[in-house]
Structures are given as structure tokens and as C-alpha cells.
Nanobody, 114 residues
């Protein structure tokens, strides 16, 4: 079973940037992969996804600010987050965007101060 480890979160000022990484323990080259986030009191939501052919898709709230990418040779997914807003504050997770998901990792906390 593939294990996922997210990293790169932290505390940042509004309009700042962060780059998240997600390292998988096995091959994810054939998988549609996504970044999810869960804010306190809210459901987990898919914010960005990248297909095996590198096609990307974003939720409207992050379009133009976030960029998802993948490095299949490293079994790693990235999320470049620019122009961060306080409403981006959440725990960020990566996982496949298809069913069934891999076991969820611990996530990485992103906190954006106004």
C-alpha cells in the first residue's frame, strides 16, 4: 500500500508563498493525484489535481494562485501556493483523486496571517 508524506507547510503572511511536497512510497505515475485541504469545522475539499498526462484542474478559489505539478521519477507531487490568503489556512493533504484513495497521510498545516 502506498504511503504518503506531506511537507512544506508553515506560517506565512498574507500574499506570501509556500511550496508543499508530497512523497509517495510507491509509484503514482498512473494515478490522478490531488491536493486536498481541510479547514477547522469544514469538510475536506479537493483544490487541485494533476492527471497522468499532466493535465491540471483547480477549484475556482485557487485558480491563478496555486500550481500543482508532479515528478513521477521521484514519486512526488508539489503544490506551489502564491498570493496566499487567510482563507487558505488549513491542513493540506495529497492523495489520489480517484477511488479508492490511499491511506491518508498526516497532512501539513498551512497558516496564513492577515
Amino acid at each position: 500500500q502506498v504511503q504518503l508524506v506531506e511537507s512544506g507547510g508553515g506560517l506565512v503572511q498574507a500574499r506570501g508563498s509556500l511550496r508543499l511536497s508530497c512523497a509517495a512510497s510507491g509509484s503514482i505515475a498512473s494515478k490522478v493525484m490531488g491536493w486536498y485541504r481541510q479547514a477547522p469545522g469544514k469538510q475536506r475539499e479537493l483544490v487541485a489535481r494533476v492527471s497522468s498526462d499532466y493535465t491540471t484542474l483547480y477549484v475556482d478559489s485557487v485558480k491563478g494562485r496555486f500550481t500543482i505539478s508532479r515528478d513521477n521519477a521521484k514519486n512526488t507531487i508539489y503544490l506551489q501556493m502564491n498570493s496566499l490568503k487567510p482563507e487558505d489556512t488549513a491542513v493540506y493533504y495529497c492523495n489520489t483523486a480517484s477511488y479508492p484513495p490511499f491511506p491518508w497521510g498526516q497532512g501539513t498545516q498551512v497558516t496564513v496571517q492577515s
